[in-house]
């Protein structure tokens, strides 16, 4: 299935992300908040086993106050999504003026051994179960043109199917 599905609504619970892949903060499906800094990389650890699909939407908050050039930051933030291997499956930038924004990645196919002979990184990346990481970084050039924050980050995360069984090994 590649369409998207809604993102989970609801109220966000608090929680801080890690500072590196050992440290990334256990989440799973439902609405979190966090803050983020200018050149800040927050850490999420999202478990997805076999015949799970992962769908993940992040949502900056606008800048209190303003900044000093009070522009425009192409790639203020960058939403990625590793593997249990830590290998990059599919990352997306969004641009930042101030304002409330929001980014997605895109559709990504269930978790499943078979993923291992795609020739696409984003399909072949989901060949694992475990947890998956979500990396979210604010650009330091943020802070030249808004201010040091903290600016609000919220994440919606989905994950959809039923748990199935691994690959049978010989």
């Given at each position: 299935?590649?369409?998207?599905?809604?993102?989970?609504?609801?109220?966000?619970?608090?929680?801080?992300?890690?500072?590196?892949?050992?440290?990334?903060?256990?989440?799973?499906?439902?609405?979190?908040r966090?803050?983020?800094?200018?050149?800040?990389?927050?850490f999420?650890?999202?478990?997805?086993?076999?015949?799970?699909?992962?769908?993940?939407?992040?949502?900056?908050?606008?800048?209190?106050?303003?900044?000093?050039?009070?522009?425009?930051?192409?790639?203020?933030?960058?939403?990625?999504?590793?593997?249990?291997?830590?290998?990059?499956?599919?990352?997306?930038?969004?641009?930042?003026?101030?304002?409330?924004?929001?980014?997605?990645?895109?559709?990504?196919?269930?978790?499943?051994?078979?993923?291992?002979?795609?020739?696409?990184?984003?399909?072949?990346?989901?060949?694992?179960?475990?947890?998956?990481?979500?990396?979210?970084?604010?650009?330091?050039?943020?802070?030249?043109?808004?201010?040091?924050?903290p600016?609000?980050?919220?994440?919606?995360?989905?994950v959809?199917?039923?748990?199935?069984?691994?690959?049978?090994?010989?």
């Amino acid at each position: 299935d590649s369409a998207t599905p809604s993102p989970p609504g609801g109220e966000a619970v608090r929680l801080r992300g890690g500072g590196g892949f050992g440290s990334a903060a256990a989440l799973e499906q439902g609405v979190w908040r966090d803050d983020v800094r200018p050149g800040q990389t927050l850490f999420y650890a999202v478990p997805v086993d076999w015949g799970q699909q992962v769908y993940t939407t992040a949502d900056l908050g606008s800048a209190s106050g303003g900044g000093a050039g009070g522009g425009f930051v192409p790639g203020g933030v960058n939403l990625a999504l590793y593997n249990p291997v830590r290998g990059l499956v599919d990352d997306t930038s969004i641009s930042y003026n101030g304002g409330q924004k929001s980014g997605a990645l895109a559709a990504l196919p269930p978790v499943g051994y078979d993923n291992r002979y795609a020739v696409s990184d984003r399909v072949g990346g989901m060949r694992f179960a475990g947890s998956y990481y979500l990396v979210v970084h604010l650009a330091a050039r943020v802070g030249e043109e808004f201010g040091d924050g903290p600016f609000g980050l919220t994440l919606r995360v989905r994950v959809k199917g039923e748990a199935g069984a691994g690959p049978g090994y010989a």
